[in-house]
């Protein structure tokens, strides 16, 4: 396929994460964020954050905040921002409050929008009369705008006294009467529209505030924004935004357009919600977010243990393919070389937990002891425990090959420090038999002989004993590593031994025997 970004070459690529602080920043949202930046970066553009805040009734406390500490902690680092800064600012919409009108007024002028003093009541029954009689366009639209109170039915010097009256009104964009558009998506080839159902969206507000459409299609112009990438959603206003640049008499500078598909749920039909993450254990932020209306706290992948450069290697494939090969981990350095729109697929993506948890097992089986012990550290030192930097390290090299986050590593490690305070029921009953004590004993007596208590030597000692006193080996070490571990669980055996001692090992095969 040819690629589609006909005026890469020749213009800038800049684009644009245009988030409205509205909540969390969910995973469609980061997929978006981390879509933008991977093509900014293959393309040698620019990455900008634009903050969409028009809506003041929908806005969340925090949430901005929010969205860039999540930014910073996937590693998307921004070139264009509020905190940044950059050319092309302010970048929060709010601060660009005063620019908005001017360009309401120009479509006005030249007739590309009009004014409507509409009631809220009279929208209602306008809705209401258009139900009843079961009409096919059911909006505010070219088949309705003429029964409504606006500047086409009122007239021009009646508009203007409404206007001189400080009557509430609205701008709202005249869409075509009868236009069949025939648009093009990077992702999704040709799109076509037809303008006679499509309806009069409002531009701006009485406030003062444009609406987000408005807003949107003029920061995208001023910013000089090459191509749009964004969720699957916006598709449908697509038209509205082509007609807007038409209207300004910007299309030769018009953004190229790619609409990203939707991540589906793990199970059934549909889009990925905060539910499915409740339903079946996954988190749908990337970071702990607290709901500041209920309090209610949502895990994030960073809490959870997620490690930043697995979370974007498995967001990266959520609709996404590098082409001919099954490779699957993609540093974020690979990522940047070899992202391309046309990889994109078309249809939703699935979302696999499971296979996300692999993901982060990769990438943690990868680094280095010396990186886990630091969390291994950390959290025991959170239950009063210290270990040093060398018995983390070892430790961390022993069960990292069966640890999927960092979070499982100390619970996973306690025994190590810790003596068992309670036995796996299930093991005792199928490893604890008559014999046991008798055979824990003779093992007992057999380690106190033992000089050199590294993991190899007990191996062949032990290994040698076993067999020459013709024992069985599940007899003898199934007992003795719920002696020490707990559970049938854990590294090595003989590892295990050479890490907590002779004493301690002693120690805790007779409290096993005195405890049964
Ligand atoms: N503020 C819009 C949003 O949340 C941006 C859509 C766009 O990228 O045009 O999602």
New binding site residues.
């Given amino acids: 396929m040819q690629p589609n970004y006909f005026f890469i070459n020749k213009v800038e690529v800049r684009v644009r994460f245009?988030?409205?602080p509205t909540g969390a920043l969910h995973l469609g949202g980061v997929r978006t964020a981390l879509f933008n930046y991977l093509f900014a970066r293959k393309n040698g553009g620019k990455f900008i954050l634009r903050i969409?805040d028009t809506d003041q009734t929908r806005f969340v406390p925090g949430a901005e905040e929010y969205i860039i500490k999540s930014l910073e902690w996937i590693g998307l680092d921004i070139d264009e921002s509020d905190k940044q800064g950059g050319e092309y600012g302010p970048y929060r919409q709010s601060d660009r409050k005063h620019l908005y009108r001017e360009y309401a007024e120009q479509l006005v002028n030249q007739g590309f929008a009009y004014y409507a003093f509409d009631t809220p009541e009279e929208l209602d029954a306008m809705r209401k009369d258009l139900e009843q009689k079961k009409a096919s366009v059911q909006s505010y639209g070219p088949a309705t705008r003429n029964n409504m109170k606006n500047q086409l039915t009122l007239g021009q010097q009646k508009t203007e006294e409404l206007l001189a009256q400080g009557v509430p009104y609205v701008i709202r964009f005249k869409m075509p009467e009868d236009e069949k558009l025939v648009l093009h998506d990077i992702i999704r080839g040709e799109v076509k529209a037809d303008t006679a159902i499509l309806d009069d969206k409002v531009l701006f507000k009485s406030d003062g505030m444009p609406t987000?459409h408005l807003a949107?299609i003029v920061d995208d112009h001023l910013m000089k924004i090459s191509h749009?990438i964004?969720g699957e959603e916006?598709l449908p206003s697509l038209p509205l935004h082509y007609l807007l640049y038409r209207s300004f008499g910007w299309t030769d500078t018009m953004p190229q357009f790619a609409h990203l598909p939707l991540i589906l749920k793990p199970d059934g039909k549909g889009k990925l919600s905060k539910r499915d993450g409740d339903r079946l254990g996954f988190p749908v932020f990337p970071l702990n977010w607290t709901d500041p209306k209920t309090g209610e706290v949502s895990k994030g992948y960073k809490e959870t243990g997620y490690f930043p450069e697995a979370f974007i290697n498995m967001m990266a494939l959520l609709g996404w393919n590098p082409g001919n090969t099954t490779q699957e981990i993609f540093s974020k350095k690979e990522l940047c070389q070899l992202f391309s729109l046309e990889h994109v697929t078309k249809s939703g993506s699935k979302f696999d937990p499971e296979k996300n948890k692999w993901f982060n097992k990769q990438y943690l089986e990868k680094k280095p002891n010396s990186e886990l012990a630091q969390y291994l550290i950390e959290d025991a030192n959170k239950d009063g425990i210290n270990i040093s930097q060398a018995d983390a390290e070892k430790i961390c090299g022993l069960i990292k090959e069966r640890a999927s986050f960092t979070t499982e590593l100390w619970p996973s490690a306690q025994y190590f420090f810790i003596a068992p305070q309670e036995y796996d029921a299930t093991n005792m009953k199928k490893y604890y038999k008559q014999e046991t004590p008798e055979l824990l004993k003779q093992s007992i007596e057999k380690l106190k002989e033992i000089d050199d208590f590294s993991a190899q030597n007990l191996e062949t000692q032990i290994s040698n004993w076993i067999e020459t006193s013709g024992l069985n080996f599940g007899k003898v070490l199934n007992p003795m590593r719920i002696a020490l571990a707990g559970a049938c669980k854990g590294p090595h055996i003989f590892d295990i031994i050479e890490f907590l001692g002779k004493e301690e090992t002693i120690k805790r095969i007779e409290t096993l025997i005195a405890k049964n």
Avoid: L, T
Wanted: hydrophobic share 35%; net charge neutral.
């Fill in positions: 245009a988030p409205s969409e987000y949107n749009v964004r916006w």
